[in-house]
Protein backbone atom coordinates (compact mmCIF):
# COMPACT_ATOMS: atom_id res chain seq x y z
CA UNK A 1 0.00 0.00 0.00
CA UNK A 2 1.32 3.47 -1.16
CA UNK A 3 2.06 5.66 1.82
CA UNK A 4 2.42 9.47 2.54
CA UNK A 5 3.50 11.12 5.29
CA UNK A 6 0.83 11.39 8.05
CA UNK A 7 -2.07 10.17 5.70
CA UNK A 8 -2.50 7.60 3.24
CA UNK A 9 -2.38 9.00 -0.51
CA UNK A 10 -5.91 8.41 -1.11
CA UNK A 11 -7.18 6.34 2.18
CA UNK A 12 -10.74 5.31 1.21
CA UNK A 13 -13.09 6.61 3.68
CA UNK A 14 -16.31 5.14 4.67
CA UNK A 15 -18.91 6.79 6.28
CA UNK A 16 -16.76 10.56 6.60
CA UNK A 17 -18.19 13.32 5.78
CA UNK A 18 -16.70 14.99 2.72
CA UNK A 19 -15.65 18.56 2.52
CA UNK A 20 -14.56 20.59 -1.05
CA UNK A 21 -13.09 24.44 -0.40
CA UNK A 22 -16.77 26.46 -0.74
CA UNK A 23 -18.38 23.05 -1.00
CA UNK A 24 -20.02 21.03 1.73
CA UNK A 25 -20.71 17.23 1.05
CA UNK A 26 -22.75 15.33 3.04
CA UNK A 27 -22.54 11.49 3.18
CA UNK A 28 -25.30 9.24 4.69
CA UNK A 29 -23.99 5.87 5.22
CA UNK A 30 -25.99 3.24 5.89
CA UNK A 31 -25.11 0.99 9.41
CA UNK A 32 -26.29 -2.23 10.52
CA UNK A 33 -29.88 -1.80 11.97
CA UNK A 34 -30.13 2.15 10.59
CA UNK A 35 -31.21 3.44 7.52
CA UNK A 36 -29.84 6.52 5.56
CA UNK A 37 -31.65 9.48 7.02
CA UNK A 38 -31.77 8.21 10.77
CA UNK A 39 -30.03 9.07 13.33
CA UNK A 40 -30.76 6.56 16.16
CA UNK A 41 -31.36 2.91 16.01
CA UNK A 42 -34.47 1.34 13.97
CA UNK A 43 -36.44 -0.35 16.07
CA UNK A 44 -36.60 -4.33 16.41
CA UNK A 45 -39.41 -5.95 14.04
CA UNK A 46 -42.46 -5.88 16.14
CA UNK A 47 -41.78 -2.98 18.34
CA UNK A 48 -43.53 -0.41 18.56
CA UNK A 49 -43.06 2.70 16.44
CA UNK A 50 -45.10 5.16 17.92
CA UNK A 51 -47.73 6.24 21.21
CA UNK A 52 -46.91 7.08 24.40
CA UNK A 53 -47.16 3.80 26.36
CA UNK A 54 -45.27 1.96 23.39
CA UNK A 55 -48.04 -0.08 22.81
CA UNK A 56 -49.07 -1.63 19.24
CA UNK A 57 -46.67 -3.43 16.61
CA UNK A 58 -44.41 -1.46 14.09
CA UNK A 59 -47.24 0.58 12.20
CA UNK A 60 -50.18 0.10 14.16
CA UNK A 61 -50.46 2.89 17.33
CA UNK A 62 -51.80 2.35 20.90
CA UNK A 63 -55.54 2.72 20.61
CA UNK A 64 -55.58 -0.13 18.31
CA UNK A 65 -54.17 -2.52 20.05
CA UNK A 66 -55.88 -1.74 23.15
CA UNK A 67 -59.42 -2.32 20.92
CA UNK A 68 -58.20 -5.46 19.82
CA UNK A 69 -57.01 -6.51 22.79
CA UNK A 70 -54.72 -8.65 22.16
CA UNK A 71 -51.89 -6.33 21.25
CA UNK A 72 -52.13 -7.07 17.74
CA UNK A 73 -53.43 -5.25 14.69
CA UNK A 74 -57.28 -6.00 12.94
CA UNK A 75 -58.28 -5.91 9.55
CA UNK A 76 -57.08 -3.28 7.40
CA UNK A 77 -59.75 -0.13 7.41
CA UNK A 78 -60.92 0.46 4.03
CA UNK A 79 -59.42 0.27 0.54
CA UNK A 80 -55.80 0.98 -0.29
CA UNK A 81 -55.18 4.12 -2.40
CA UNK A 82 -54.90 3.56 -6.03
CA UNK A 83 -51.25 3.59 -7.47
CA UNK A 84 -49.70 6.85 -8.09
CA UNK A 85 -49.31 7.82 -11.54
CA UNK A 86 -47.09 10.47 -12.80
CA UNK A 87 -47.77 12.95 -15.43
CA UNK A 88 -45.88 13.48 -18.55
CA UNK A 89 -43.61 16.51 -19.20
CA UNK A 90 -45.32 18.91 -21.05
CA UNK A 91 -43.39 19.51 -24.64
CA UNK A 92 -40.94 22.39 -24.63
CA UNK A 93 -40.65 24.90 -27.07
CA UNK A 94 -38.18 26.48 -29.02
CA UNK A 95 -38.12 29.56 -27.10
CA UNK A 96 -39.29 30.69 -24.22
CA UNK A 97 -41.58 33.70 -23.13
CA UNK A 98 -40.88 36.23 -20.73
CA UNK A 99 -38.56 34.89 -17.48
CA UNK A 100 -39.10 31.21 -18.60
CA UNK A 101 -36.15 29.46 -18.35
CA UNK A 102 -33.58 29.12 -21.37
CA UNK A 103 -34.56 26.28 -23.49
CA UNK A 104 -32.12 23.30 -25.19
CA UNK A 105 -32.90 24.93 -28.22
CA UNK A 106 -31.91 28.45 -27.04
CA UNK A 107 -29.27 27.14 -25.13
CA UNK A 108 -27.49 25.92 -28.14
CA UNK A 109 -28.05 28.75 -29.94
CA UNK A 110 -26.57 31.37 -27.51
CA UNK A 111 -23.16 29.17 -27.31
CA UNK A 112 -22.90 29.46 -31.21
CA UNK A 113 -23.39 33.12 -31.23
CA UNK A 114 -21.22 33.63 -28.46
CA UNK A 115 -18.24 31.68 -30.74
CA UNK A 116 -18.87 33.60 -33.55
CA UNK A 117 -16.71 36.58 -32.86
CA UNK A 118 -13.08 36.63 -34.45
CA UNK A 119 -10.19 35.13 -32.28
CA UNK A 120 -11.94 32.11 -30.65
CA UNK A 121 -11.03 29.51 -32.73
CA UNK A 122 -7.58 31.03 -30.95
CA UNK A 123 -8.63 30.64 -27.24
CA UNK A 124 -8.30 27.15 -25.32
CA UNK A 125 -10.21 24.70 -23.24
CA UNK A 126 -9.35 22.67 -20.76
CA UNK A 127 -8.38 20.11 -22.72
CA UNK A 128 -6.17 22.75 -24.81
CA UNK A 129 -7.59 21.97 -27.32
CA UNK A 130 -9.31 25.00 -29.99
CA UNK A 131 -12.03 27.60 -28.35
CA UNK A 132 -13.02 28.18 -24.96
CA UNK A 133 -13.85 26.16 -22.71
CA UNK A 134 -17.77 26.59 -22.11
CA UNK A 135 -18.69 27.76 -18.09
CA UNK A 136 -22.47 28.17 -18.02
CA UNK A 137 -25.25 30.15 -19.59
CA UNK A 138 -27.85 31.85 -18.08
CA UNK A 139 -30.82 33.88 -18.71
CA UNK A 140 -30.54 37.66 -18.64
CA UNK A 141 -32.55 39.80 -16.29
CA UNK A 142 -35.61 41.45 -19.07
CA UNK A 143 -35.45 44.62 -19.46
CA UNK A 144 -38.75 46.75 -19.20
CA UNK A 145 -41.15 47.06 -21.45
CA UNK A 146 -38.61 44.86 -23.92
CA UNK A 147 -39.87 40.75 -24.23
CA UNK A 148 -36.54 40.36 -25.71
CA UNK A 149 -34.62 37.40 -24.57
CA UNK A 150 -31.38 37.50 -24.65
CA UNK A 151 -28.51 35.19 -22.85
CA UNK A 152 -25.52 35.52 -21.19
CA UNK A 153 -22.70 32.86 -21.58
CA UNK A 154 -19.66 32.12 -19.70
CA UNK A 155 -16.10 31.30 -21.35
CA UNK A 156 -12.99 30.49 -20.07
CA UNK A 157 -9.94 31.07 -22.36
CA UNK A 158 -7.29 28.53 -20.58
CA UNK A 159 -4.49 30.12 -23.10
CA UNK A 160 -4.88 33.80 -21.79
CA UNK A 161 -6.61 32.31 -17.87
CA UNK A 162 -8.98 35.15 -18.83
CA UNK A 163 -13.16 34.51 -18.33
CA UNK A 164 -14.63 35.97 -21.39
CA UNK A 165 -18.31 36.77 -20.61
CA UNK A 166 -21.18 37.96 -24.10
CA UNK A 167 -24.36 39.02 -23.97
CA UNK A 168 -26.23 37.73 -27.00
CA UNK A 169 -29.72 39.10 -28.05
CA UNK A 170 -31.87 35.33 -29.01
CA UNK A 171 -33.98 36.99 -31.75
CA UNK A 172 -31.68 39.13 -33.80
CA UNK A 173 -28.78 36.80 -33.10
CA UNK A 174 -26.01 39.31 -32.76
CA UNK A 175 -24.02 39.92 -29.51
CA UNK A 176 -24.32 42.97 -27.79
CA UNK A 177 -22.02 42.87 -25.11
CA UNK A 178 -18.49 41.25 -24.53
CA UNK A 179 -15.97 41.77 -21.79
CA UNK A 180 -13.33 39.69 -20.45
CA UNK A 181 -11.34 39.53 -16.96
CA UNK A 182 -8.39 37.60 -15.30
CA UNK A 183 -8.56 36.79 -11.21
CA UNK A 184 -12.12 36.19 -11.72
CA UNK A 185 -12.80 32.45 -11.20
CA UNK A 186 -16.69 31.10 -11.63
CA UNK A 187 -17.57 27.54 -10.27
CA UNK A 188 -16.13 24.52 -12.35
CA UNK A 189 -17.66 23.07 -15.16
CA UNK A 190 -18.21 18.88 -15.23
CA UNK A 191 -16.00 18.71 -17.71
CA UNK A 192 -13.05 20.33 -16.29
CA UNK A 193 -13.57 18.53 -12.96
CA UNK A 194 -13.33 15.49 -15.09
CA UNK A 195 -10.10 16.69 -16.79
CA UNK A 196 -9.13 16.98 -13.14
CA UNK A 197 -9.39 13.36 -12.17
CA UNK A 198 -7.43 12.53 -15.16
CA UNK A 199 -4.24 14.54 -14.86
CA UNK A 200 -4.22 12.99 -10.88
CA UNK A 201 -4.83 9.21 -12.43
CA UNK A 202 -2.27 10.12 -14.80
CA UNK A 203 0.05 11.92 -12.15
CA UNK A 204 2.70 9.97 -9.67
CA UNK A 205 0.17 11.24 -7.36
CA UNK A 206 -2.78 9.08 -8.33
CA UNK A 207 -0.73 5.77 -7.33
CA UNK A 208 -2.46 5.41 -4.41
CA UNK A 209 -5.86 6.66 -5.62
CA UNK A 210 -5.46 3.38 -8.19
CA UNK A 211 -4.26 1.03 -5.16
CA UNK A 212 -6.90 2.04 -2.69
CA UNK A 213 -9.13 1.82 -5.59
CA UNK A 214 -7.96 -2.19 -6.40
CA UNK A 215 -8.12 -2.44 -2.49
CA UNK A 216 -12.20 -1.77 -2.70
CA UNK A 217 -12.81 -3.82 -5.41
CA UNK A 218 -10.30 -6.01 -6.47
CA UNK A 219 -10.06 -4.11 -10.17
CA UNK A 220 -7.66 -2.45 -11.86
CA UNK A 221 -8.99 1.54 -11.51
CA UNK A 222 -8.12 2.53 -15.72
CA UNK A 223 -10.46 5.13 -16.27
CA UNK A 224 -12.20 8.15 -14.40
CA UNK A 225 -15.58 6.26 -14.89
CA UNK A 226 -15.24 4.23 -12.78
CA UNK A 227 -15.21 6.73 -10.24
CA UNK A 228 -17.88 9.14 -8.95
CA UNK A 229 -16.32 12.51 -8.72
CA UNK A 230 -17.64 16.09 -7.77
CA UNK A 231 -15.53 19.37 -6.96
CA UNK A 232 -14.92 22.83 -7.16
CA UNK A 233 -12.32 25.33 -7.28
CA UNK A 234 -9.45 25.71 -4.89
CA UNK A 235 -9.31 29.13 -3.60
CA UNK A 236 -6.27 30.32 -1.61
CA UNK A 237 -7.76 32.72 0.66
CA UNK A 238 -9.37 29.99 2.35
CA UNK A 239 -6.71 28.12 3.00
CA UNK A 240 -4.10 27.93 5.94
CA UNK A 241 -0.71 27.03 4.45
CA UNK A 242 -0.63 27.09 0.12
CA UNK A 243 2.20 25.46 -1.39
CA UNK A 244 4.56 27.81 -3.81
CA UNK A 245 3.40 25.60 -6.62
CA UNK A 246 0.05 26.65 -6.04
CA UNK A 247 0.40 30.53 -5.50
CA UNK A 248 -0.80 31.14 -8.64
CA UNK A 249 -4.76 29.86 -8.18
CA UNK A 250 -7.05 32.78 -8.84
CA UNK A 251 -5.30 33.29 -11.39
CA UNK A 252 -4.61 29.84 -12.70
CA UNK A 253 -7.97 27.66 -12.31
CA UNK A 254 -7.26 25.37 -10.11
CA UNK A 255 -9.69 22.61 -8.44
CA UNK A 256 -10.25 20.22 -6.00
CA UNK A 257 -11.89 16.93 -6.10
CA UNK A 258 -14.00 14.51 -3.81
CA UNK A 259 -14.32 10.84 -5.39
CA UNK A 260 -15.79 7.85 -4.45
CA UNK A 261 -16.11 4.07 -6.16
CA UNK A 262 -19.48 3.78 -8.17
CA UNK A 263 -22.28 2.89 -5.69
CA UNK A 264 -18.89 2.12 -3.22
CA UNK A 265 -16.53 3.17 -0.87
CA UNK A 266 -15.08 6.73 -0.76
CA UNK A 267 -11.56 7.48 -1.82
CA UNK A 268 -9.97 10.28 -0.17
CA UNK A 269 -8.45 12.84 -3.20
CA UNK A 270 -9.14 16.00 -1.23
CA UNK A 271 -5.69 16.94 -0.62
CA UNK A 272 -4.67 16.31 -4.04
CA UNK A 273 -5.36 20.15 -6.08
CA UNK A 274 -5.06 20.30 -10.13
CA UNK A 275 -4.03 23.44 -11.73
CA UNK A 276 -5.75 23.03 -14.92
CA UNK A 277 -4.12 26.04 -16.24
CA UNK A 278 -0.39 24.82 -15.90
CA UNK A 279 -2.24 21.01 -15.53
CA UNK A 280 -0.23 20.20 -12.41
CA UNK A 281 -0.86 17.91 -9.20
CA UNK A 282 0.08 18.91 -5.73
CA UNK A 283 -0.34 17.36 -2.39
CA UNK A 284 -1.02 19.80 0.22
CA UNK A 285 -1.22 19.27 3.57
Request: hydrophobic share 35%; aromatic share 4%.
Given at each position: ????A?R????????????V????????????????G?????P??????G??????????????A??????????A?GA???????A????????????????????????T???T?????????????R??Q?????????????????????????????????T???????????????????????????????????????K??????????????????????N??????????N???????????R???????V??G???????????L??????R?G
Amino acid sequence: MYEIARRHLGKVVAGAAMAVTGTAVAVAVGLPGVSVGETGPRPAAGTALGGANGGGTAGTDGAGAAESGTGTRGPAQGAAPPPATVAPAAAEGRKGVGSDPLTDDELARAETLALTPPGAAAQQNVEGGRGPQHLGTGLTDPQPGDPTRRAEVRFYDYGRDELITRTVNLDTGKVEKSGSQRGVQPSAHPEELREALELILASPLGKGVKEDYEDATGKKLTAPTQLWFNGDLYRTYREANVPASLSRCGEHRCVRLVTKVLNGAWIDTRNLIVDLSARTVTRVG
